[in-house]
């Protein structure tokens, strides 16, 4: 494949479906965690959006509680990112599948939009620079992108289409006190884990031997959530 240049689409992970009592059924898993006393409330909080129900709570010493909970494995997909931002990277955590349920009806994931390219070139500093304020990028300076690639987060609930590879002007006047030296934000650096849990429903994850970039899953037209 890597002689021959092809690469991968894989679109979000899904469960699988079957009837239980001739009704539609879906899998559910035993969650136990293990997470500082301080995170308890925002885990709970967290789970609760994903129709997760608390089976124990116990109190272990030194600054640590362990949870018990029953949830629809449709709820742990994207939850282990949330939970290391929860806990600060200081939670353990394990599921395991328990048995078939009725399907318990649509679950509360949300997650901000995303940026998507709508030129096809190379992101410059300029763009980069400029779009900042709407939060976090993907990619650095330098990254070739595509039209309906996606490369960053937006800070709104709502996609947003912008050029980054939009130049800097050039002009024959300079400034008084010269440019500034600025500097990017760190991009968020996506591993193959953590962009199978970030995808939606419409946007696919490419792989390459040498790359792991998002896309909108229909990137001629795209729908303004």
Do not use: W
């Amino acid at each position: 494949m890597r002689r021959e240049g092809y690469e991968f689409q894989v679109s979000q992970p899904q469960v699988i479906f079957r009837e239980v009592n001739g009704q539609p059924g879906e899998p559910f898993e035993t969650l136990v965690m293990d997470v500082p006393d301080d995170a308890v409330g925002s885990v709970i909080e967290r789970l609760g959006t994903r129709k997760a129900e608390m089976q124990n709570m116990e109190a272990v010493g030194n600054g640590r509680t362990i949870l018990e909970f029953v949830i629809p494995a449709r709820g742990l997909i994207g939850f282990r990112g949330d939970f290391i931002r929860l806990t600060r990277g200081e939670g353990i955590m394990n599921h395991s599948f328990l048995e078939y349920r009725p399907f318990c009806g649509d679950l509360e994931m949300r997650r901000n939009g995303v940026l998507i390219a709508f030129e096809e070139g190379t992101a410059t500093f300029y763009a980069l620079k400029n779009a900042e304020d709407r939060d976090a990028f993907f990619i650095e300076p330098g990254t070739k992108v595509y039209k309906g690639m996606i490369v960053g987060e937006h800070n709104r609930p709502q996609d947003l289409e912008l050029n980054v590879c939009k130049t800097k002007a050039l002009t024959n006047h300079r400034s008084a006190t010269g440019d500034e030296l600025v500097q990017l934000q760190t991009p968020i650096q996506m591993t193959l884990e953590r962009a199978l849990e970030y995808i939606g429903s419409d946007e696919l994850l490419e792989v390459t031997p040498e790359s792991i970039r998002l896309r909108k899953l229909l990137a001629k037209k795209l729908a303004k959530r």
